[in-house]
């Protein structure tokens, strides 16, 4: 017999119909959390326990339902969702909303207009939105900040002033991380630091499954520039980090099979070890190879220069506070800076002086915002384990929208921006119709949260603020959205949507119906 998996086919309407229907449950429970009156949602967690959140994707991440067919539904919406976050830090319910809202707008006319010319439709009014959004978009300054936070931590202006002040303490070169404190208070923490854009080379070098990170305290670490193919060559160096009971970070191009037995080494809890690429790029990498061993203290390893791996020693490693390290990239964090580093610091600042080529101005910045830059932690306190996930999710919403605003610049709030775009944006056809008119659904859905019946302002700009009911300049009144999720979120939703509305049939695994055992 067979091992292979039946299946079950649905075709045509009917398969969109159950697809819309999972759609139409997970944007229900998402969208309720949208606004600064959104509600919170309560979820059970695998083992039981409640969890308090208004943090869309932690609501959508938990939803998996029963038929098959609604679950791959809304298993497409949340790929919209995560899409939006991995670019842009935060718009998961906005996101959510707009593709539900494309596909409300767009499923009653796909017969008669099909689903290549709504697509095309459909994009061209992306494209046309997105022009709208980055002309009236305005650069973050000043206590702008504040607002950002503040507004990403669902208005507490305690967190949001914490957050803000994180962000202007470590300027344009610094990173703003998050972590939990076991304290009621929630403070931030800034020390010297640096972003390697080097992440994680293989996944059972995380060790905190929940945040997908590989962290090591004061490891130390190991850089090499030539390749390593076999284990034996660091065979010492592992053995003299289990002897002394020190975590080992090894920054280097080593072989799959040396990186698959170092993690399941680790694995063991024989060693703890990561493993991070080194740098690429002709002079870029040597100029990070250099400024890593200059932060780290350790000295490079390089056979072609004349080095053996085979005598590596204690004396040519390095150390850091802190390495935490993602999918896209390790951050490293470091007690102080050494005097050798700030003589360095001085000699690049004179040599920018000097410089009158822009590759060589654009190198020596970088190398400068490399060796001066600082991390600053959020260090979140509650007064319970609830309190503190949901706290968190918070703080990391903001730190993310705050870091996009910073960067592109911010758009009026509320789905105002959307809605503005929507009225000013003249559409072509019946398809771009569709596009601005789905995307008015987050400027209504504010609304229905607050429990406010309909407000409309012709003039742009301007909406409801729903904490005070007011008609207010939304950016006056500093009710404002990061320009990079909005785009991030509406591309996102419009890719998704028009890809299920070119879906005709659906091939799912067929279940056991447990009630018919």
């Known amino acids: 017999m067979s091992d292979a998996i039946v299946k079950n086919l649905s075709f045509g309407y009917e398969a969109k119909d159950q697809l819309f229907e999972g759609i139409n449950k997970l944007t229900k429970a998402v969208s309720s959390t949208l606004g600064a009156s959104g509600k919170r949602v309560i979820l059970e967690d695998g083992g039981g326990n409640p969890i308090i959140t208004k943090d869309g994707v932690t609501v959508a991440d938990s939803i998996v339902l029963l038929d098959p067919i609604e679950n791959m539904g809304a298993t497409l919406l949340k790929e919209a969702a995560r899409k939006t976050v991995k670019e842009a830090g935060d718009g998961t319910t906005t996101a959510t909303v707009l593709a539900h809202s494309i596909l409300t707008q767009a499923y009653p006319e796909l017969e008669e207009l099909g689903a290549r010319s709504l697509k095309e439709g459909i994009d061209n009014a992306v494209n046309k939105v997105i022009d709208y959004l980055e002309t009236n978009s305005i650069k973050v300054t000043g206590q702008m900040i504040d607002q950002v936070a503040s507004i990403s931590t669902n208005n507490d202006k305690v967190l949001g002033a914490v957050i803000a002040e994180a962000f202007r303490s470590v300027d344009e070169t610094g990173v703003v991380m998050m972590e939990a404190t076991e304290l009621s208070k929630t403070t931030s923490e800034l020390i010297e630091g640096m972003q390697y854009e080097k992440g994680l080379t293989n996944s059972h070098f995380i060790t905190k499954a929940e945040t997908r990170v590989a962290e090591l305290n004061n490891p130390l670490v190991l850089l090499i520039e030539s390749p390593v193919e076999n284990v034996r060559k660091i065979q010492n160096i592992l053995e003299h980090a289990i002897k002394n009971n020190k975590a080992l970070l090894i920054i280097a191009d080593l072989d799959p099979k040396v990186i698959s037995t170092l993690a399941m080494n680790k694995i063991k809890n024989i060693v703890k070890v990561n493993v991070i690429n080194a740098p690429t790029y002709g002079i870029t990498k040597k100029d990070m190879l250099t400024d890593l061993a200059l932060l780290t203290g350790a000295t490079i390893i390089n056979e072609d220069l004349g080095d053996d791996m085979d005598m590596i020693l204690p004396e040519h490693l390095g150390t850091c506070l802190k390495s935490i390290t993602n999918d896209t990239e390790t951050i490293f964090k470091f007690e102080n800076i050494t005097d050798e580093v700030a003589d360095i610091i001085a000699t690049i600042k004179e040599d920018l002086n000097k410089s009158n080529t822009a590759p060589e101005v654009i190198r020596l910045e970088k190398r400068l915002a490399r060796l001066s830059a600082k991390i600053a932690t959020v260090k979140v306190?509650?007064?319970?384990?609830?309190?503190?996930?949901?706290?968190?999710?918070?703080?990391?919403?903001?730190?993310?929208?705050?870091?996009?605003?910073?960067?592109?610049?911010i758009v009026a709030g509320g789905g105002v921006a959307l809605l503005n775009a929507a009225m000013f944006i003249k559409p072509k056809d019946k398809a771009e119709s569709i596009l601005l008119e789905a995307i008015k659904a987050p400027y209504h859905i504010i609304l229905d949260n607050a429990n406010i019946s309909e407000a409309h302002s012709e003039k742009k700009g301007w909406g409801l603020d729903v904490i005070t009911g007011k008609s207010v300049k939304m950016v006056k009144a500093g009710i404002i959205d990061p320009l990079l999720v909005t785009k991030a979120a509406l591309k996102n939703a419009a890719s998704v949507a028009t890809t299920i509305l070119s879906t005709d049939c659906i091939i799912n695994n067929l279940r056991i119906n447990e009630g018919n055992r």
Do not use: H, N, Q, Y
């Open 381 to 409: 306190g509650a007064d319970s384990s609830i309190e503190l996930k949901e706290k968190t999710d918070r703080v990391e919403d903001a730190i993310c929208a705050t870091k996009a605003a910073i960067k592109e610049g």
